[in-house]
């Protein structure tokens, strides 16, 4: 793929995105879920209104800063409400959100490219990334979990970008990355796993460059667990791994002071930086007293079951998209009343009309994702301890290629974000795992990017027919994610388990 369809790829998936997001984005007057929160904490910034944040506060900075924007625009101001203690319109509290979800699978698309140089597999990404409903319900209000997932993409990105320079540049780009770790942390304390993700990849380069040192002598890897998705011409082959590169295999060129410097001191700073604002708003607790009040707060909301709230749902229903969460649910009598806002239901019967905004990512992306991160971990087993096990000694080939260290990458940042909520016991919800799945999509992009570069015709089919089934489901859910109006009967067409209502 050429450059210039590499970035016309990029602005169609931009286009998709920005689109989807700001279409009716001022849709229902009236604040939909935790807008409650977040909406009327951004405004309380702005009006110098002292209150308790259970939460950090950068992602109501920014909302903040989006009223004060959205207030003076000349547009989109048709319909405003009080409920954030400030006649406003609900575009003004929205729409940086909607922009900031828009970025996210651009910043997919360059950070998968900068992990594999392969366009085609990037563009794949980005585009299942679009294509996900959780995210799109996600950036259509006035919530945070969008800025925790594209601070911490950043700084991956920033991570890769400074394992191909040398000196400054690498410093400034490892400060880049630093920053956008703490800010990831400065929106929500589980923003700390995509620098957890970012250690553990540093830890498993140097245990890989010190196993490889027990290596017998390099040969072609072992490609029976893939032979179906390559070329049979080996030769061809080993010409291809021995050229293909990846910047990951440069992380041991950052010493232990570096990670330290960069990626912990500097995250911290910039974590401690975001406080000052609300601190100087809310003088009632200092810098650590605050701190204690919101893991009081979270640790006294209640354990991981309906009793606590309807929605609740334990770590293990998050892959398998077992319990979504609606995030707005209200009926009309038909199509040509006006939008229904929160307020007492109709008396049964009477609603033939649904509108719902439910927080459910494209079942069929996240199944398939699922699958194929559990093919790549799977395939490191056989690329990196199959071998050792074979020949009865702990090593690790000398010859690794470049989609054994594209694999470690993403089951490794799928586990730093998805693991530490095990042990979680307060109550839950499906948008919790957004920080994990972003990386099963990059999973199933390269599997299907696997399939469609492939010998074998039966694999690009496969890869043609995931990529169609995926694009089909968003289409066909979309309804429920942007709240469109549904007839009970469309509605249930879409609610295939009693668990997703």
């Given at each position: 793929?050429?450059?210039?369809?590499?970035?016309?790829?990029?602005t169609?998936?931009?286009?998709?995105?920005?689109?989807?997001?700001?279409?009716g984005?001022?849709?229902?007057?009236?604040?939909?879920?935790?807008?409650v929160?977040?909406?009327?904490?951004?405004?309380?910034?702005?009006?110098?209104?002292?209150?308790?944040?259970?939460?950090?506060?950068?992602?109501?900075?920014?909302i903040?800063l989006g009223?004060?924007?959205?207030?003076?625009?000349?547009?989109?101001?048709?319909?405003?409400?009080?409920?954030?203690?400030?006649?406003?319109?609900?575009?003004?509290?929205?729409?940086?959100?909607?922009?900031?979800?828009?970025?996210?699978?651009?910043?997919?698309?360059?950070?998968?490219?900068?992990?594999?140089?392969?366009?085609g597999?990037?563009?794949?990404?980005g585009?299942?990334?679009?294509?996900?409903g959780?995210?799109l319900?996600?950036?259509?209000?006035a919530?945070?979990?969008?800025?925790?997932?594209?601070?911490?993409?950043?700084?991956?990105?920033?991570?890769?970008?400074?394992?191909?320079?040398?000196?400054?540049?690498?410093?400034?780009?490892?400060?880049?990355?630093?920053?956008?770790?703490?800010?990831?942390?400065?929106?929500?304390?589980?923003?700390?796993?995509?620098?957890?993700?970012?250690?553990?990849?540093?830890?498993?380069?140097w245990?890989?460059?010190?196993?490889?040192?027990?290596?017998?002598s390099?040969?072609?890897?072992?490609?029976?667990?893939?032979?179906?998705?390559?070329s049979?011409?080996?030769?061809?082959?080993?010409?291809?791994?021995?050229?293909?590169?990846?910047?990951?295999?440069?992380?041991?060129?950052i010493?232990?002071?570096?990670?330290?410097?960069?990626?912990?001191?500097?995250p911290?700073?910039?974590?401690?930086?975001?406080w000052?604002p609300?601190?100087?708003?809310?003088?009632?607790?200092?810098?650590?007293?605050?701190?204690?009040?919101?893991?009081?707060?979270?640790?006294?909301?209640?354990?991981?079951?309906?009793?606590?709230?309807?929605?609740?749902?334990?770590?293990?229903?998050?892959?398998?998209?077992?319990?979504?969460?609606?995030?707005?649910?209200?009926?009309?009598?038909?199509?040509?009343?006006?939008?229904?806002?929160?307020?007492?239901p109709?008396?049964?019967?009477?609603?033939?009309?649904?509108?719902?905004?439910?927080?459910?990512?494209?079942?069929f992306?996240?199944?398939?994702a699922?699958?194929?991160?559990?093919?790549?971990?799977?395939?490191?087993?056989?690329?990196?301890?199959?071998?050792?096990?074979?020949?009865?000694?702990?090593?690790?080939?000398?010859?690794?290629?470049v989609?054994?260290?594209?694999?470690?990458?993403?089951?490794?940042?799928?586990a730093?974000?998805?693991?530490?909520?095990?042990?979680?016991?307060?109550?839950?919800?499906?948008?919790?795992?957004?920080?994990?799945?972003?990386f099963?999509?990059?999973?199933?992009?390269?599997?299907?990017?696997?399939c469609?570069r492939?010998?074998?015709?039966g694999?690009?089919?496969?890869?043609?027919?995931?990529?169609?089934?995926?694009i089909?489901?968003?289409?066909?859910?979309?309804?429920?994610?942007?709240?469109?109006?549904?007839?009970?009967?469309?509605?249930?067409?879409?609610?295939?388990?009693?668990?997703?209502?």
């Amino acid at each position: 793929m050429t450059q210039q369809w590499f970035r016309i790829g990029m602005t169609a998936i931009f286009i998709l995105s920005f689109s989807l997001r700001f279409w009716g984005l001022d849709r229902f007057n009236t604040l939909v879920f935790d807008e409650v929160y977040f909406a009327q904490f951004g405004n309380n910034y702005l009006t110098r209104t002292p209150f308790f944040n259970a939460h950090p506060p950068l992602s109501q900075y920014i909302i903040g800063l989006g009223i004060w924007i959205g207030n003076h625009i000349p547009f989109w101001q048709n319909s405003v409400n009080g409920l954030t203690g400030s006649l406003l319109s609900p575009w003004s509290y929205r729409w940086a959100n909607a922009f900031t979800g828009s970025l996210i699978p651009l910043i997919v698309v360059v950070l998968t490219y900068q992990l594999s140089y392969r366009r085609g597999l990037a563009l794949l990404a980005g585009f299942f990334t679009a294509c996900d409903g959780l995210f799109l319900v996600e950036s259509r209000y006035a919530l945070s979990n969008i800025y925790i997932v594209i601070f911490g993409l950043i700084g991956q990105w920033f991570l890769l970008l400074a394992l191909e320079k040398q000196n400054k540049q690498r410093w400034f780009c490892l400060a880049i990355a630093g920053i956008s770790f703490g800010a990831s942390v400065g929106t929500k304390w589980n923003g700390l796993w995509f620098l957890t993700g970012a250690y553990g990849m540093w830890i498993a380069a140097w245990i890989i460059r010190w196993l490889q040192s027990f290596a017998p002598s390099p040969r072609l890897p072992l490609f029976s667990y893939l032979r179906p998705f390559i070329s049979p011409n080996h030769e061809q082959v080993k010409k291809q791994v021995n050229n293909i590169q990846t910047p990951l295999q440069n992380l041991t060129q950052i010493n232990i002071l570096q990670m330290l410097s960069f990626l912990g001191i500097i995250p911290g700073l910039m974590y401690s930086l975001i406080w000052i604002p609300h601190l100087q708003l809310d003088q009632r607790y200092g810098f650590i007293e605050v701190h204690e009040q919101i893991l009081n707060f979270h640790l006294h909301l209640g354990g991981n079951n309906s009793s606590v709230h309807p929605y609740c749902a334990a770590w293990y229903k998050w892959p398998l998209l077992t319990r979504p969460m609606a995030y707005y649910y209200q009926t009309a009598a038909s199509f040509k009343d006006p939008l229904p806002v929160l307020g007492p239901p109709l008396p049964s019967g009477t609603g033939k009309v649904v509108y719902d905004v439910h927080a459910m990512g494209n079942p069929f992306l996240w199944w398939f994702a699922l699958a194929a991160m559990l093919f790549l971990v799977g395939m490191l087993f056989v690329k990196i301890v199959l071998p050792g096990i074979q020949q009865k000694q702990v090593f690790i080939s000398k010859n690794l290629g470049v989609d054994t260290w594209i694999g470690l990458y993403i089951v490794i940042n799928y586990a730093a974000n998805f693991l530490p909520w095990v042990k979680v016991t307060r109550c839950v919800f499906i948008y919790h795992y957004m920080c994990a799945v972003v990386f099963t999509f990059i999973a199933i992009a390269w599997f299907v990017d696997q399939c469609l570069r492939s010998y074998y015709r039966g694999l690009r089919i496969l890869g043609l027919t995931i990529t169609f089934t995926i694009i089909v489901a968003f289409v066909f859910w979309m309804p429920i994610y942007l709240g469109l109006p549904l007839t009970t009967d469309d509605y249930r067409m879409r609610m295939w388990f009693n668990s997703w209502i």
